[in-house]
């Protein structure tokens, strides 16, 4: 089985829609997908729809965080999404991503990048606005070649310029929450350096003996040897280890498939969620 579990789609900031991101996910070869948008499950409906014959559908999401000043990305999966105290939650930062990003939108301005509201709230969509559309809008301007060079001290990352901040949950309240609606937790990405600051693995022990499920260890900002640690330290913590693509369509170079979960890894994760289940077509 190929198995990846942490994509995106239109209703936040990847660029298929989740019709096509599950026909794509289907062509790439692979069996199970997980979609987990950025504090949304606005995509699931349209995905579980257009699923393909053979394809398992993992209904989740990537809940945004912060713990001592540091970004961190939380994924849930199949929790229950009309349970109130996550609901209410998901809806608290996705009512302050508008203003937040229309903030960063005015001081690029004032950095003398000509870029503007209307643009990325174009470039948006439907979906659930954030930085990597703002990234999108600098790409088309020339300011930068690529949405990861926004994503710099320079422009639009954390502390950077630009930066302007958001409602982000606690990381230790989100675990409760996700697990409170019968849902799976993994931390998405803890040691992407490359982004940013990356909270202690400390922390990740904290987090573990406050019921973290898991960690995403094989993921495209890992090195070998980051990933091989991540392994270690979840052999270590009693944790699960996932691998995924943390794929976004043409925003970004990662391929659907480019690191996948073990099916043992998978089945647990299945037989510990309570609030959804997959869903095949």
């Not at 070998?224 to 640690?229: D, S």
Request: with cysteine.
């Amino acid at each position: 089985m190929r198995i990846d579990l942490h994509t995106h789609s239109t209703a936040s900031d990847g660029t298929d829609t989740p019709a096509e991101l599950v026909r794509r996910a289907a062509a790439a070869g692979l069996d199970v997908v997980a979609l987990t948008d950025h504090d949304t499950v606005a995509g699931h409906a349209e995905a579980i729809a257009a699923l393909p014959a053979g394809l398992t559908l993992v209904p989740g999401a990537e809940l945004s965080c912060r713990l001592d000043g540091v970004s961190l990305h939380m994924l849930a999966y199949l929790f229950d999404p009309a349970e109130p105290e996550l609901a209410r939650e998901r809806e608290l930062v996705r009512d302050d991503r508008v203003p937040r990003a229309q903030g960063m939108v005015a001081r690029l301005r004032e950095l003398g990048v000509p870029i503007t509201w209307e643009r990325v709230a174009g470039i948006a969509g439907d979906g659930s606005v954030g930085r990597p559309h703002i990234a999108s809008a600098m790409v088309e301007l020339g300011v930068v070649e690529t949405v990861s060079d926004a994503f710099t001290a320079e422009w639009i990352a954390d502390d950077g310029r630009a930066y302007v901040g958001k409602h982000e949950l606690d990381p230790f309240e989100a675990v409760r929450l996700i697990k409170g609606a019968g849902g799976v937790a993994v931390f998405a990405h803890p040691l992407a350096v490359k982004r940013g600051r990356c909270v202690p693995e400390s922390a990740i022990a904290e987090l573990a003996a406050a019921g973290l499920d898991g960690i995403e260890a094989d993921h495209m900002d890992h090195d070998a040897a980051t990933r091989e640690r991540l392994r270690g330290m979840a052999r270590d913590l009693g944790l699960l280890a996932t691998g995924s693509s943390d794929y976004h369509g043409s925003r970004k170079t990662c391929r659907l498939g480019e690191y996948t979960t073990d099916p043992d890894v998978y089945a647990e994760i299945a037989a510990r969620g309570s609030g959804a289940a997959p869903v095949s077509a």
